[in-house]
């Protein structure tokens, strides 16, 4: 979440959305997002639904996996990334300016 921060002006730039999601309350979301300095939205999956719907829930864990979606305006899915990987956002990053670039 914190390098989705760092990176929050290059996103903007490009006319993307950064939301984060997770399986936590709206109070547990809101107060992560002030302990961690987040400004864009944290939404809650409060019982997983999108988390189920996505396929990203993990029974043995009874969570969600780590991931980044970068979701075009049609409602499809050009880049993901998964776990460890999603840590670093450089590959969505990437891809948002080079869909502008391709616009």
Not at 25 to 40: H, L, R
Not at 41 to 49: A, F, H, N, R, T
Not at 76 to 97: M, W
Request: hydrophobic letters at 40%; a neutral charge; charged letters at 25%.
């Amino acid at each position: 979440m914190k390098n989705f921060q760092q990176n929050l002006q290059k996103l903007e730039a490009t006319d993307t959305q950064v939301l984060g999601v997770s399986m936590d309350s709206p109070f547990a979301n809101k107060a992560f997002a002030d302990q961690i300095g987040v400004a864009f939205p944290l939404l809650s999956d409060w019982g997983g639904e999108i988390t189920h719907k996505y396929g990203v829930y993990v029974e043995k864990y009874k969570a969600a996996r780590r991931i980044n979606f970068l979701i075009g305006k049609d409602g499809k899915i050009l880049e993901e990334q998964l776990d460890d990987s999603a840590i670093d956002p450089t590959k969505i990053v990437d891809a948002c300016q080079r869909q502008r670039v391709n616009r």
